[in-house]
């Protein structure tokens, strides 16, 4: 598996980027909230690599969060990473999840290309996974991404290589970052992850 790609910008459309790494151009396809860049800016981006018979396809995220959502969403029945990645720009995480746990078809119905019953199946094969969300999502009031940039995401990743599962990375580190701005500490990595491991008493 590919996990990230970082490079510089060489192109860009709504819908995709080239990332030069290392003189080798990758194709990534991005959904339409994605931060790409101006050309020549340097970006990371978080992979899934999709594999047909005919074909792969590089999708990436600014995010670990958006990536993990984008895995949930092609899990479902009828949903493919096209039609992931169009529900994606559409609508953040957080807001998805909060539309599945709380069965808000009218939300989900709001997005482009999906009908009631595709709305229905999602909430239906997605919500039990999602149960503890909307708790979440009141508890650290944020956006994933508002707050912390590559930072946060490197702090969870290095969380889950602990033995974190992603959603206790997600949300220790969204803690960690909120304790960090309150006292006015600066957001890295190291500083992020030593706050998160410290609140959940791993040192």
Known sequence: ????VRG????????????????????????????????????????HLHVREDCMTLYGFDNMD?????EL???????????????????????????????NLDRLTAIPGIGRKTAQRIVLELKEKLADVVE?????????????????????EALIALGFSPHEARRSVSLAIRALKSSNASLTTDSILRRALASAGRR
């Open 66 to 70: 958006d990536r993990a959502v984008f």
């Open 8 to 47: 510089s910008v060489a192109s860009r459309t709504p819908e995709s980027v080239v990332l030069d790494v290392g003189g080798i151009g990758y194709e990534v396809v991005v959904p339409t909230r994605t931060r790409v860049g101006a050309i020549g800016d340097e970006l990371t981006l978080y992979t």
């Open 73 to 103: 969403l092609i899990s479902v029945t009828g949903i493919g990473p096209k039609g992931a990645i169009s529900i994606l720009s559409s609508i953040s995480p957080v807001e998805l999840r909060r539309a599945i746990a709380t069965g």
């Open 1 to 4: 598996m590919i996990a990230f």
């Open 136 to 156: 979440d999502d009141s508890d650290l009031g944020a956006e994933p991404d508002e707050l912390g940039g590559d930072a946060r995401s490197e702090a969870a």
